[in-house]
């Protein structure tokens, strides 16, 4: 089978949301670059295909449930392409992958940026395509409230058509630098876009020349159907969120055959599910890991996390299960996570405790040998090409991965042993596009 591709997500430094809290992490290195580049320089002598940092442009500002808001990890981040740039000088292949707004942002902004992180890195950018959909964010951009939903499609598409076609803005070998004649790029091999759109009106050309993957990867993140359909045109990587393999099946079966129609080679766009692990020696130690992490969960902290499925239950015993007269003020049953809530009988502690572990990105508890079957069985039935890795606490996370996941990838020939290139692209099995009308 093909060898599995897997990238390590790094927001906030663990995906489990009391990992600030456990004894060993220091919540301090947030805000400080070693500790972001000690874990790419690790991620790196293991051989994974690349880092990802997810992004927003606001913090929560609710306090809901009241007091909550002082127990929220998610405020002190650093901005993703400045950390990136300095992570690229310090690591040679690792891919390095980062979130923009087409929302709140501009594509030549976006198309420069991510040029630039291409050249410093000698090839090793991506860049995730995100509309942004919270108030939170629209407050910070001198509007009141976000645009409506298809219309944030309808611009992230034209977005995503200028950002290609500006980094199409020289040939290859446009740069001439011929210090005799004082030529220093061939005008010919030099392409102005003047796109005017629905949305954008970009004359070009860019201030860069041609990224040296031809175009820096593109990852996508969106599940509807408007985001499906730009992941089918233009996305090199696409990461998803299933919790259960015959989810992810379908949903890969669709993508895939929406990619073939617009004609795309390479099996692109390669499918990457989040995975978040816990993993030891016995199913034992693994659950205990999962185990410490959940007792560190502050009770307010837990409950701001489920007022977005069903409001406020701090008035609540959170060790026995919603009341019911909770769903008579109009509370929604119809979530699968509110129904499994009732189904299992869970408690609301457990039920926080449930989405604090990872439950939106889904997770896996075992041994090595138990960890790698769920891997494999997902990316052998049609579901995967590989994993967004979503550590639940770093460095920690990133040592377990070391110690036991990858050598049981490596030994069942799962994994590579060392980079197949230089580039991102080359490393995942992807080719540069073409340029415009080439």
Known sequence: MSRIKLGLSMRYLGYHI?????PDFDPGSLSRFEAYRDIAQKAEAEKLDMIFFADGLAVRSEDKPAGSLSHDMRNAELEPITLLSAIAAVTSRIGLVATASTTYNEPYHVARKYASLDHISGGRAGWNVVTSWSEQEALNF???????????????????????GLWDSFEED????????????????????????????????????????GHPLIVQAGASDQGRNIAAQYADVVYTVSHSVEEAREFYADLKARAAHFGRRDNAPLIMPA????????????????????RLIDPLAGLALLYTYVGDLSAYDIDKPIPEEHFANGISIGSSLIKRARDEGLTIRQLYELIGAGYTVRYVVGTAEEIVDDMQLWVESGAADGFNLCPPILPHSLDDLSAFILPELRRRGLFRTEYEGRTLRENLGL????????
Do not use: M
């Not at 009391?18 to 456990?22: F, G, I, L, T, V």
């Not at 995975?275 to 959940?294: I, M, P, R, S």
């Not at 080719?431 to 080439?438: K, R």
């Open 174 to 213: 446009a740069f001439t630098h011929d210090k005799t004649s004082g030529q220093f790029y061939d005008p010919d091999k030099r392409h102005v876009l003047d796109h005017k759109g629905k949305f954008f009106q970009v004359r070009g050309p860019l201030t860069s020349a041609r990224p040296p993957q």
């Open 431 to 438: 080719t540069s596009p073409l340029p415009s009308g080439a």
């Open 142 to 164: 001198s509007r009141i409230s976000n645009l409506p939903k298809d219309e944030r499609y309808d611009r992230a598409l034209e977005f995503v058509e200028v950002v290609r």
């Open 275 to 294: 995975l978040a692990f816990y993993v030891g020696e016995t199913t034992a130690q693994a659950h205990a890991k999962l185990d410490e992490l959940q």
């Open 18 to 22: 009391a990992a600030w809290r456990h």
